[in-house]
């Protein structure tokens, strides 16, 4: 079997409810260990090997992290990019932390195109109408087109930019 269609195979079955939640800004939502905790049992299952790197990048003198989700099944490949840019500063963080935060949300965005996960904070998605917003299980993975958020990220990769900036 192919890579793509085993890239197919793992999109349909991979569930990632957004489970966490943020107070703050009263959502739910998903994170990379989300991701990877829900993925890595499909991939075994499908006899590929998920993996997420990092690389530092500097454009226009702003440091970002690029982060690469690829999934590989014997000599073939497929491939995501993301990138997220390091804040110059934070409050009550170190300069280490600063780079883990920016690291986790390249990497959720890569791991995001890779799987055809749509993270899109909608309105229609977590609001029911009602006044109640949607509880973190109806809140399930929905998959767009594979071959427009690779051109996103191709492009977004070709000028340097992350995705929130397209």
Same mark, same amino acid.
């Given at each position: 079997?192919?890579? &793509?269609?085993?890239?197919?195979? &793992?999109?349909?079955?991979?569930?990632?409810?957004?489970?966490?939640?943020?107070?703050? /800004?009263?959502?739910?939502?998903?994170?990379?260990?989300?991701?990877?905790?829900?993925?890595?049992?499909?991939?075994?299952?499908?006899?590929?090997?998920?993996?997420?790197? *990092?690389?530092?990048?500097?454009?226009? *003198?702003?440091?970002?992290?690029?982060?690469?989700?690829?999934?590989?099944?014997?000599? +073939?490949?497929?491939?995501?990019?993301?990138?997220?840019?390091?804040?110059?500063?934070?409050?009550?963080?170190?300069?280490?932390?600063?780079?883990?935060?920016?690291?986790?949300?390249?990497?959720?965005?890569?791991?995001? /195109?890779?799987?055809?996960?749509? *993270?899109?904070?909608?309105?229609?998605?977590?609001?029911?109408?009602?006044?109640?917003?949607?509880?973190? +299980?109806?809140?399930?993975?929905?998959?767009?087109?594979?071959?427009?958020?690779?051109?996103?990220?191709?492009?977004? *990769?070709?000028?340097?930019?992350?995705?929130?900036?397209?």
């Amino acid at each position: 079997m192919s890579i &793509i269609k085993k890239l197919q195979a &793992i999109q349909s079955e991979l569930e990632v409810p957004k489970s966490q939640y943020n107070s703050f /800004g009263k959502y739910y939502f998903r994170n990379a260990e989300d991701i990877l905790a829900a993925a890595k049992p499909i991939c075994i299952k499908h006899d590929c090997l998920l993996t997420v790197t *990092d690389e530092m990048v500097v454009l226009n *003198d702003r440091f970002y992290v690029k982060a690469v989700a690829r999934l590989d099944h014997n000599d +073939e490949h497929k491939e995501t990019t993301a990138y997220a840019r390091e804040e110059l500063t934070k409050k009550g963080m170190d300069a280490a932390q600063i780079t883990g935060a920016a690291s986790s949300y390249a990497r959720k965005y890569a791991l995001n /195109g890779l799987f055809c996960i749509d *993270d899109v904070k909608d309105p229609d998605a977590t609001n029911k109408g009602n006044g109640e917003r949607n509880k973190p +299980e109806d809140n399930k993975v929905r998959l767009v087109n594979v071959e427009t958020l690779s051109q996103i990220a191709d492009r977004a *990769d070709q000028v340097g930019m992350s995705k929130d900036e397209l």
